[in-house]
């Protein structure tokens, strides 16, 4: 940065501060549309959001069957339903389910927590300090993204064996954590730059350390921004197969959902009712952390995305 | 409370070359005093008053707070409380909350807090409010929340960082004075940064100019009026501007149009010591009138006229050395002459004039 | 910004007071703050990055493999060499054996740039949509969204049932309509990339969809009045005032939507398996040479690796570099 532009920016950053969300359409817009295009609209959404759902919907209707009835040739809506799928499941006929589901739990939970927490300090840094090795971090975070990760495998199985974290929670933590934080800081930061910073100022005057500022003002002014953060770190670790198996310890108590599953759908090629019982199940934690944060993630996202 | 003092304070901006946005400030704030830092946008003014509360790096020189050296303390540790131009109420929290977050880090206790930002509220007119959140409020409300934020600490000195230009014009003038009231009631130091001169001169018990990072002058009111130091302090304070030109001199004054005004015989002498052969002089629009009949005069051909009401400004151009020369003309309301006039203008009384060097700016005699 | 905002500004350097501890400390005292803030995860994202990245590349000039990767379990020690650019040379050639390189990685781009131009096209018609003021928006909202929400894993057994040959219901509605026989849509043909693609254009929409729909509301109201009274069309109005203004979002979200496609393993992995040579991508086949078969052959695994992080890596860079020559920004 040069100094002029230091001085223009010290005077230009005393404009008014754009806080909230941004400024929604004005319903003017919607009263002008003729009858046909708001059909169209509506008709074009309706059509969009059954390719979106359909998919899952036929998951949920077919676990209500059974097996045999998930296999025909011309299949129906509803065919014998049963809960049966689900009792089967969730009983550990297939493997003790809920053992694996609070694995998974506990593995995407703390991925979130950490996750989020070492992303929001990192984003924080890079959004108000001017420290040396800034621009490249997030460079590099940019550059860690290229990598094909699944092939780092065998590094990682030695790396996380050196460190004897292979075959625990915190090792397979960890390295969720790192797949999450480039693009969870990219976001933070995106939504940090969003709060002014006489707000900082403010708290800094008012008696806060740096530390305080972010714990005490910039973290719960940025929920919404959290909010996306938590769900995509979430996903990241919700539902991963592949450094699960190789990660976990190798016996059945110590397995996730999806790796338990996994095993399950080897084995069983054709039970498909108690498949799709099993992937609902599945669905549900991370669909009701998604309902949770929805209104945020349009908010959240957008600071993240769009710059200035 | 507390006397505040810049001794010889720089702050740098690093790049190439690094800008000196303030630059050696030396000023001595009097324990209760009202100081307004006022100059054009750029001017190292607020920049000055962030060093003061911390958030700016002094890079040279040294900053003090009741005689103690504050340089190196953080912001927290500076017994200070701010008003910021956006306000930066914090969003999360209501008035009531925004007003008491200090004292809460302090681990005063809460019925101390609640007490305290009773008292301010009351004050600020905010009683009815204390439950809202910054979002449910009007610019004014908000902007008295934020003062009462720094009121609630009784700190020993306020910062104001231009507090009032997110206002609306009523509402400006009306927080001006209220401001100023409050200040007067409370009798803190209080350091305020404006760009606008008007609010600089009703409101601070000293004035101090700043330009490009320096100070101009520092001085009450009617000392920065009556006896700008420099050329950029008279143009600058003042509304409408000094008229300020660059005029031959002679054996008796300076030399305009068709008029010669006669300069004081000590300006003449420095002007002489320093061997210039023009001046800069500076008239303000109501040292000049309207010439009578017969009377010697500038010609002003007038441009546009703002009437007032009780008086109105003229707007002109008069030809001087071949050169078109805006000047500003303060007339009875009544009397103003036509657009596309032209008028014979006098000065009213030459001892109303000033006048500086063209090479330093500084003022003569 | 000013270089100091909310740091520590509280140092007087130079004339005032002299550092005891000299410039390593001033600097230390200046930015401890932000490298505090900082450091956990530069540590974790170094170690757990970093070094199997480093190791990596350097297997990838080894000949390493199940066979002489040093095994703790039978006391054996490693026996790879260094073997300098061979495998490089090898998957260059584009030998069969070393997987076909050209061939994957033009599947690779099919796949990359098929998902990300529909992603976006999808994405931005949704988000124009969804920005209008009409009853039932945030419903819809939500069951756009959806597809995002579901793991990769539920969302790959459900479009397996719908494509199945024999009893799925894409097949049994081509029976329905007169189709006798229906195909087999994740076989070893190019119906299997088709299909694949698909789904990954039903994964991707809703995230450039709700990028793109923030990017939107974030175009002032002002503008498109301006532009009303200015006389412009709809036609125009999207084109001159939302195009414009969703410049930078969509800067951000190609960028990343291409370098995340290019790596997306779960999907291929979950739907079609790795031996299906019709929709092997450069990750899959990667992932493969290090799972599947006898060999476990570690060094062209990582030679992949690489070799996708070097044209990621160029493409990147030259996507900037167009990107800050049109006074853009993007990451």
């Known amino acids: ?308 | 409370m507390a006397q505040v003092a810049y001794r010889k304070a720089s702050r740098i901006f690093p790049g190439s070359p690094p800008v000196r946005a303030v630059d050696q400030l030396d000023l001595d704030i009097a324990d209760g005093e009202f100081l307004v830092l006022v100059g054009p946008s750029g001017s190292g003014k607020s920049t000055a008053l962030r060093m003061l509360a911390g958030l700016e790096d002094v890079d040279e020189g040294n900053i003090e707070i009741a005689g103690q050296d504050v340089t190196n303390v953080p912001p927290k540790g500076r017994d200070i409380a701010m008003v910021f131009q956006s306000y930066a109420l914090y969003p999360h929290m209501t008035v009531a909350q925004n007003m008491g977050f200090a004292l809460k880090l302090r681990g005063v206790s809460k019925d101390q807090i609640q007490s305290k930002v009773q008292e301010a509220a009351k004050l600020l007119d905010l009683s009815e409010l204390l439950d809202r959140r910054p979002k449910a409020l009007s610019g004014g409300q908000r902007q008295r929340v934020a003062m009462g934020r720094a009121i609630v600490r009784e700190p020993s000195v306020f910062l104001m960082d231009e507090p009032l230009s997110n206002l609306d014009a009523k509402l400006r003038v009306e927080t001006r004075a209220n401001i100023a009231s409050l200040q007067r009631r409370l009798r803190t130091t209080t350091v305020y940064v404006t760009h606008d001169q008007v609010e600089a001169m009703t409101m601070g018990d000293r004035v101090a100019v700043l330009e490009s990072g320096l100070l101009k002058q520092v001085g009450t009111p009617a000392e920065l009026y009556e006896r700008p130091r420099n050329a950029f302090v008279a143009g600058f304070i003042g509304s409408p501007a000094m008229n300020l030109k660059t005029v031959p001199l002679t054996a008796d004054g300076a030399k305009l149009d068709g008029l010669t005004v006669p300069l004081p015989r000590e300006v003449l002498d420095v002007a002489a010591e320093q061997g210039l052969s023009s001046v800069i002089v500076g008239i303000r629009p109501e040292s000049l009138r309207v010439a009578s009949e017969g009377e010697n005069g500038m010609e002003l051909v007038v441009e546009l006229v703002e009437e007032l009401g009780a008086d109105a400004f003229v707007y002109g151009t008069v030809r001087i050395a071949g050169d078109s020369q805006r000047f500003t003309v303060r007339v009875e309301g009544r009397s103003s002459p036509k657009l596309a006039e032209t008028v014979k203008v006098t000065v009213r009384d030459s001892d109303d004039l000033h006048a500086f060097s063209p090479e330093t700016g500084e003022r003569l005699g | 910004m000013v270089t100091s905002t909310a740091e520590g500004t509280s140092q007087g350097r130079g004339a005032t007071a002299p550092r005891p501890w000299g410039r390593l400390g001033a600097f230390l005292h200046r930015h401890w703050y932000a490298y505090a803030m900082v450091i956990p995860v530069v540590v974790v994202v170094g170690v757990i990055v970093l070094i199997p990245l480093l190791q990596n590349i350097y297997f990838s000039f080894t000949n390493i493999n199940d066979s002489t990767i040093a095994n703790p379990v039978l006391d054996r020690p490693a026996r790879y060499e260094v073997v300098g650019l061979d495998n490089y040379g090898n998957v260059l050639s584009g030998d069969p054996s070393y997987g076909d390189f050209y061939d994957i990685l033009v599947r690779t781009l099919l796949w990359t740039f098929g998902s990300v131009v529909f992603h976006y096209l999808f994405g931005l018609v949704l988000a124009v949509m969804l920005n209008r003021t009409l009853k039932g928006r945030g419903l819809y909202r939500v069951l756009l969204i959806l597809p995002w929400a579901v793991p990769a894993f539920v969302s790959a057994f459900a479009w397996r049932y719908l494509f199945n040959a024999d009893y799925g219901l894409f097949n049994a509605g081509l029976r329905g309509i007169g189709v006798a026989d229906p195909p087999t849509w994740l076989g070893q043909s190019n119906l299997a990339m088709f299909a694949v693609i698909v789904v990954n254009i039903w994964l991707g929409v809703p995230f450039t969809m709700v990028a793109l729909l923030g990017g939107l509301q974030s175009i002032p109201n002002e503008l498109y009045e301006a532009a009303e009274i200015d006389g412009a069309t709809p036609w125009q109005r999207f084109a001159n005032v939302t195009l414009p203004g969703l410049r930078s979002v969509s800067a951000t979200v190609i960028l990343l939507g291409v370098i995340w496609t290019f790596n997306v393993f779960s999907v291929i992995f979950l739907i079609t398996g790795t031996n299906n040579p019709n929709t092997r991508i450069l990750i899959t086949y990667a992932f493969e040479r290090f799972f599947s078969g006898s060999t476990r052959d570690y060094a062209i695994a990582a030679t992949y690796g690489v070799l996708t992080l070097s044209m990621l890596l160029v493409f990147t860079t030259i996507y900037l570099r167009v990107l800050r020559r049109q006074g853009e920004e993007a990451w």
């Open chain 1, 1 to 308: 940065m040069t100094a002029t532009e230091a001085v223009v920016q010290t005077e230009s950053r005393r404009s008014p501060p754009r806080r909230g969300g941004p400024p929604q359409r004005s319903d003017g817009r919607a009263l002008r549309r003729s009858p046909l295009a708001s059909v169209g609209l509506h008709a074009a959404l309706i059509m969009a959001s059954f390719i979106a759902i359909f998919p899952i919907f036929w998951v949920l209707v077919t676990s209500f069957k059974p097996d045999e009835n998930a296999l025909e040739t011309t299949p129906k809506l509803i065919n014998e339903p049963t809960v049966n799928n689900y009792s089967e499941v969730l009983a550990g006929d297939f493997g003790p389910f809920l053992t694996w589901f609070g694995n998974s739990l506990l593995i995407a939970g703390l991925t979130t927590v950490i996750g989020v927490f070492i992303s929001a300090t990192t984003a924080y840094a890079v959004s108000r300090f001017r420290f040396p090795g800034r621009r490249s971090m997030m460079l590099s975070f940019l550059v860690m993204q290229m990598f094909p990760f699944v092939v780092l495998i065998v590094p990682l199985y030695n790396l996380l064996l050196t460190f004897g974290l292979q075959g625990s929670v915190i090792g397979l933590v960890l390295v969720y954590c790192t797949t999450a934080i480039p693009f969870c800081t990219y976001l933070l930061k995106g939504y940090f730059d969003t709060i002014p910073i006489d707000i900082d100022e403010a708290g800094r005057v008012d008696g806060l350390s740096p530390f305080g500022v972010f714990w005490r003002l910039i973290l719960p002014l940025a929920r919404p921004g959290i909010a996306v953060t938590a769900f995509y770190a979430f996903l990241t670790a919700w539902g991963e197969v592949g450094f699960a198996s190789a990660f976990l310890s190798g016996n059945s108590e110590g397995k996730t959902l999806a790796v338990g599953l996994q095993s399950f759908v080897s084995q069983t090629q054709v039970l498909w009712g108690h498949l799709a019982a099993a992937s609902i199940l599945i669905a549900l934690p991370a669909v009701v952390v998604f309902y949770l944060v929805q209104r945020s993630l349009v908010s959240g996202l957008a600071a993240g995305g769009v710059k200035g």
